[in-house]
Every structure is written in structure tokens, then in C-alpha cells.
């Protein structure tokens, strides 16, 4: 027997699976976490493969007859996928008695527990529950979710750009250390503490050999897994800010790995 063809949608513990006609959803933005963005992407997916997975809907509060029935409390882009399809219905899962606060629930799992919001969206959420006063429970979570936060854009490329760029070590620093040779004044004339100071560091960077400077390397790097160790036996404790940043680069160091084994092989 080939596999079996459904006829009807499935139920869920808190509310049934159907077929919504996207009219009868109002163009209510109250649960919306993220801006909506570019979506012909998540149409094409949806086109090719269908609605796999259900926005989530409750009745309208102070609704009327004649107007739209339904309230959007999850799945902003995928409606707004459909509607550039332009298709009729909607898969949805309909929440006939749904509160306020498991509203707040089920429009924040994703973001904050699944896949995470952008930083600034999340900074930008903080702000509009705590002027709101909605769900105050969440604010922790958001906390969470911004350690989980993709890299901003300008922090990628600047990491692409430091990967594309002349060598950090030793390159510009020695070709400006020999351009100012060139006009230096006599011996002794003039006390100089701070520039004898930089003249002395370029030459000892310019004395480090490559063997010197990867054992260096290896040992800082070794002493830093360490206290990262020590980090996570503490993580509860420490503060959420210091966790983020730890995070950050924690996650510049796993983007460079890929480039680093591909420049040993």
C-alpha cells in the first residue's frame, strides 16, 4: 500500500488543526516579535512543499459580527507567505479559549527558546514588555535568548575583513617601524622615554620568530580553555551581560576554526 493520504488535519492538546480562510484573520499586530522582513524565500518553500507547520490563532477579543474572527499569535511570516502566494487558507492551530498571558506563551516559545531573534529585536522586545507590563516571567528568557543571539552583521564583517586583510602581526607594524627610521633624530638628542618605549616593542614583535609566537599562542590559548572551564561550573552565576560577551567570542573563535583547518591542509 502507498502512504497514506490525509483528509483531515490533526488535533493538538490545546486546540484543534484546520483549514482558516486568511480573510477571516485581522490585521492585529499585537503578538508580533520581529519586523516581517523579506519573505519571498519562506513562498517559495511553502509552494514547493506546503505549509508544514501551523500559525496559531485565537478568537479576536471585543470581535463583532461582520469583522475578522480570528487573532494571529504566532506565524507573521508564514501568513505573510500565503498572502504573497496569494492562497485563500491558512494551516492554523485555533486556540478557542486562550488567556492573555498563555497568548504571550505561545508567541514567545519560538523566538526565545527555538530559534533566536537578533539582538537588537530582542533588546527592542525587552523594552516593549516592560513598558507593557506583559508577561514580566519572559524577561529571563529574553536574557537567555540574547546569548544565543546571532552575531550582528558589522561584527561578521569585520571578522570576514580581518580574514581577507594583510597579516595582524608583525606586517604593517614592521613597515612602519622602518618609515620612521628613516627620520629619526641623532642619538641623544632629546629625551624620547614613550617613542624609545614603541621602538623597543616593534623590535621585540620583530624578533619573535614563528615558532616563538605559536607556542605563545598555544599557551595563552591553552590557559584561556582553563578559565573557560572554570566559566562553566560557574555559568548560573555569572551576569547575563558577562555571559553574552563571553559567547561572542566564543563563537569567533568556532568561525575561524574552518578557516584555520583549511589553511593546514
Same mark, same amino acid.
Given at each position: 500500500?502507498?502512504?497514506?493520504?490525509?483528509?483531515?488535519?490533526?488535533?493538538?492538546?490545546?486546540?484543534?488543526?484546520?483549514?482558516?480562510?486568511?480573510?477571516?484573520?485581522?490585521?492585529?499586530?499585537?503578538?508580533?516579535?520581529?519586523?516581517?522582513?523579506?519573505?519571498?524565500?519562506?513562498?517559495?518553500?511553502? &509552494?514547493?512543499?506546503?505549509?508544514?507547520?501551523?500559525?496559531? !490563532?485565537?478568537?479576536?477579543?471585543?470581535?463583532?459580527?461582520?469583522?475578522?474572527?480570528?487573532?494571529?499569535?504566532?506565524?507573521?511570516?508564514?501568513?505573510?507567505?500565503?498572502? @504573497?502566494?496569494?492562497?485563500?487558507?491558512?494551516?492554523?492551530?485555533?486556540?478557542?479559549?486562550?488567556?492573555?498571558?498563555?497568548?504571550?506563551?505561545?508567541?514567545?516559545?519560538?523566538? @526565545?527558546?527555538?530559534?533566536?531573534?537578533?539582538?537588537?529585536?530582542?533588546?527592542?522586545?525587552?523594552?516593549?514588555?516592560?513598558?507593557?507590563?506583559?508577561?514580566?516571567?519572559?524577561?529571563?528568557?529574553?536574557?537567555?535568548?540574547?546569548?544565543?543571539? =546571532?552575531?550582528?552583521?558589522?561584527?561578521?564583517?569585520?571578522?570576514?575583513?580581518?580574514?581577507?586583510?594583510?597579516? =595582524?602581526? &608583525?606586517?604593517?607594524?614592521?613597515?612602519?617601524?622602518?618609515?620612521?627610521?628613516?627620520?629619526?633624530?641623532?642619538?641623544?638628542? &632629546?629625551?624620547?622615554?614613550?617613542?624609545?618605549?614603541?621602538?623597543?616593542?616593534?623590535?621585540?614583535?620583530?624578533?619573535?620568530?614563528?615558532?616563538?609566537?605559536?607556542?605563545? !599562542?598555544?599557551?595563552?590559548?591553552?590557559?584561556?580553555?582553563?578559565?573557560?572551564?572554570?566559566?562553566?561550573?560557574?555559568?548560573?552565576? @555569572?551576569?547575563?551581560? &558577562?555571559?553574552? @560577551?563571553?559567547?561572542?567570542?566564543?563563537?569567533?573563535?568556532?568561525?575561524?576554526?574552518?578557516?584555520?583547518?583549511?589553511?593546514?591542509?
Amino acid at each position: 500500500m502507498g502512504p497514506e493520504i490525509r483528509t483531515a488535519a490533526p488535533a493538538h492538546a490545546t486546540g484543534a488543526v484546520l483549514f482558516v480562510p486568511v480573510e477571516e484573520i485581522a490585521p492585529d499586530e499585537r503578538f508580533r516579535l520581529r519586523p516581517e522582513g523579506e519573505v519571498s524565500v519562506l513562498a517559495s518553500s511553502i &509552494g514547493r512543499l506546503g505549509q508544514l507547520e501551523p500559525v496559531e !490563532l485565537r478568537p479576536l477579543p471585543g470581535g463583532e459580527d461582520g469583522e475578522p474572527r480570528w487573532q494571529l499569535v504566532a506565524g507573521f511570516r508564514r501568513l505573510a507567505a500565503l498572502r @504573497l502566494l496569494m492562497r485563500e487558507q491558512v494551516l492554523a492551530r485555533v486556540h478557542q479559549s486562550l488567556s492573555d498571558e498563555d497568548a504571550w506563551a505561545v508567541a514567545l516559545v519560538q523566538g @526565545l527558546t527555538g530559534e533566536p531573534l537578533a539582538e537588537a529585536e530582542l533588546l527592542a522586545l525587552r523594552d516593549r514588555l516592560a513598558a507593557s507590563g506583559a508577561a514580566p516571567w519572559a524577561a529571563e528568557l529574553v536574557e537567555e535568548a540574547r546569548l544565543r543571539a =546571532p552575531l550582528p552583521a558589522e561584527v561578521r564583517e569585520r571578522f570576514y575583513e580581518f580574514l581577507e586583510g594583510p597579516a =595582524p602581526l &608583525g606586517a604593517a607594524g614592521a613597515g612602519e617601524a622602518e618609515a620612521e627610521g628613516e627620520g629619526e633624530e641623532p642619538a641623544g638628542r &632629546g629625551a624620547d622615554p614613550a617613542g624609545a618605549r614603541g621602538a623597543a616593542a616593534r623590535e621585540e614583535v620583530e624578533e619573535v620568530s614563528a615558532d616563538d609566537f605559536a607556542r605563545d !599562542l598555544a599557551l595563552r590559548m591553552s590557559a584561556l580553555n582553563q578559565d573557560l572551564a572554570t566559566a562553566y561550573g560557574a555559568w548560573k552565576d @555569572l551576569p547575563a551581560e &558577562g555571559r553574552r @560577551l563571553l559567547l561572542v567570542q566564543a563563537r569567533y573563535v568556532a568561525e575561524l576554526l574552518p578557516f584555520l583547518e583549511d589553511a593546514d591542509r
